[in-house]
């Protein structure tokens, strides 16, 4: 296969993707999912070629005025989802996706052990608009020691609405959303596929357990069923939202590391109840909606109802 890194399918065509196994590239492998037949792996993580952050050392976080400096101390992989150079989440097996998300849980788990760790991240680029690095089908994970800003606004809503009623925000809104039934996209087995009430791009679509759990990871691993039934639903998902557009961002949202929680902040002590792990898939269109960054409000030209209706009609297959 030729292609690791979009930028060089058209540069240099006979170059060889780094991530098959026909490629000499060398690749630092952390982690290996159990063998499909005829294959070494089914899913691999390996250290990203030009990690931003890197496990060794130590933070030496120190006060710059009113800012922080610290070195670049943390993790970053690439997750190869397949060893076919052609097999995406949305047109790969079930069980294929399945081992995928399996591998995805086992490295968030692990490098959350770490005690200066605070978040970790999974997060897909694909499309040339949506900054896609690589050719071959894969996923990345940084794991830092901080939580990201758009997470912690979560976080700290999340526990805000506990405080106050003693329930899930996120229980409440799938609740809602299935009693309503103007914005699922589809239901398969424990799992909602919806567009949210206040997109921030047009088709944005959500992926989320109706059971409660706040830890991705955690029922990724012990979970019946779980990684079947939501492979299932993610492949379909993608599929609809490419119907309008092929570019997207996909970032999963799990909790924050409550192994070695803060001892300052105290928004991890009732995070198994106030938080509720859900998967986000952003598309990239080419009419881009009118976006308000001060204090982040956005405007989106087509409403979530309206995008359902038509990704409920996209063609997909299986």
């Not at 292609?3 to 006979?14: C, E, I, K, V, Y």
């Not at 070494?40 to 710059?64: F, N, T």
């Not at 109840?273 to 989106?300: C, G, M, N, Q, R």
Request: aromatic share 10%; net charge neutral.
């Amino acid at each position: 296969m030729t292609g690791d890194d979009p930028a060089d399918t058209g540069s240099r065509p006979d170059l060889p993707c780094r991530f098959c196994d026909a490629s000499a590239a060398s690749l630092q492998v952390v982690a290996k999912s159990p063998n499909s037949p005829g294959t070494p792996w089914s899913a691999c993580s390996v250290v990203h070629p030009k990690p931003l952050y890197r496990i060794e050392g130590e933070p030496d976080r120190r006060g710059d005025g009113i800012y922080d400096r610290m070195h670049s101390v943390g993790a970053h992989e690439v997750l190869i989802e397949n060893p076919n150079h052609d097999r995406h989440l949305w047109n790969a097996s079930d069980d294929e996706i399945a081992h995928f998300l399996r591998l995805a849980a086992e490295r968030i788990l692990d490098l959350k052990r770490d005690p200066r760790i605070k978040y970790v991240s999974l997060f897909k680029d694909y499309g040339k608009n949506a900054g896609q690095e690589f050719s071959h089908p894969t996923s990345q994970i940084t794991a830092t020691m901080f939580v990201p800003r758009r997470v912690l606004y979560e976080l700290r809503a999340g526990r805000e609405f506990f405080v106050s009623k003693e329930r899930c925000v996120f229980c409440d809104i799938i609740q809602q959303e299935e009693r309503q039934a103007l914005r699922v996209l589809e239901a398969r087995g424990d799992y909602l596929a919806l567009c949210p009430y206040a997109p921030r791009v047009p088709y944005e679509t959500w992926i989320l357990p109706r059971y409660h759990d706040s830890s991705f990871e955690r029922a990724g691993l012990n979970r019946p069923g779980l990684r079947i039934n939501l492979a299932a639903l993610l492949r379909r998902t993608l599929q609809r939202v490419r119907s309008t557009t092929e570019d997207f961002h996909l970032v999963l949202h799990t909790s924050p590391s409550a192994i070695h929680p803060s001892k300052n902040l105290g928004y991890w002590r009732t995070i198994d109840d106030d938080y509720h792990w859900h998967i986000e898939i952003l598309p990239v269109v080419s009419s881009k909606a009118k976006s308000y960054t001060f204090k982040e409000v956005y405007y989106s030209p087509v409403s979530s109802e309206t995008a359902v209706k038509q990704l409920r009609e996209a063609k997909i297959a299986g």
